[in-house]
């Protein structure tokens, strides 16, 4: 079965200091998304991605954060200076509509992050 | 925006005992999904309920859509200490773009 896979799998950097989380979504998808779980919260909507731009964006995302599409495979999210509440699990995942039933939107394993 | 209610929040089982976990929408669901998620892991995706009354299963879980009502739930038969972890339900938010908006999740322990 195919795989969303996140890199790093843990992540600590200092606060002010930009972070760049990596993601390889599922190859003939087209849709991708971010999403964050700070513990023992919800997950979170961040961002979704398609056709190359921002389809859709939370209120969260604000200009500390950006996506890029820097390739055909890779899709990274950046914090450009972090702070102590960017702390969380972030979650990567893909999706193609047509396979929704039999996979829904496949998620990463996540990357989790903490701001020292 | 779309909220979702699950219930309970937490649920502590003994192993073989049937359990069913309820998930309300504050809008209209055009489709459901059921998540699992090990403390600090992925989300493992269970299963897709699209259309109102449908029922669908996967080896000991059974999830239900009530369109009416707003409502899926998802029943364990026969639980077993593999079951444990917390269980998410999301829903498809239809318009221009699409997306997954969680519930806060239901927390499940089963006791050998």
């Known amino acids: 079965e195919p795989e969303v896979t996140q890199t790093p799998s843990h992540q600590v950097t200092q606060m002010g200091q930009e972070v760049i989380l990596r993601c390889v979504p599922i190859?003939?998808?087209?849709?991708f998304y971010w999403y964050r779980q700070i513990l023992g919260q919800k997950v979170e909507f961040l961002v979704s991605?398609?056709?190359?731009?921002?389809?859709?964006k939370s209120e969260i995302f604000d200009d500390q954060f950006s996506v890029e599409r820097p390739d055909g495979s890779n899709f990274t999210l950046k914090i450009r200076s972090t702070k102590l509440e960017d702390s969380a699990m972030y979650f990567c995942a893909s999706r193609d509509p047509v396979e929704d039933i039999l996979y829904g939107y496949t998620f990463g394993s996540g990357t989790r992050l903490t701001v020292v | 925006s779309q909220e979702l209610e699950q219930s309970p929040q937490s649920l502590i089982v003994q192993e073989g005992k049937n359990l069913t976990i309820n998930c309300t929408s504050s809008k209209t669901l055009y489709g459901l999904y059921w998540y699992k998620q090990k403390y600090g892991e992925g989300l493992i995706f269970l299963m897709m309920l699209q259309k109102g009354g449908e029922e669908k299963s996967h080896e000991k879980i059974t999830a239900k859509l009530d369109e009416k009502k707003q409502q899926s739930s998802l029943h364990i038969t026969a639980s077993q200490p593999s079951h444990a972890g917390i269980y998410l339900c999301?829903?498809?938010?239809?318009?221009?773009?699409?997306?997954?908006?969680f519930g806060k999740g239901t927390l499940l322990t089963v006791n050998p």
């Open positions: 999301g829903a498809d938010s239809r318009g221009s773009n699409y997306k997954l908006t």
């Open positions: 991605f398609y056709n190359n731009e921002i389809s859709e």
């Open positions: 190859s003939n998808h087209l849709y």
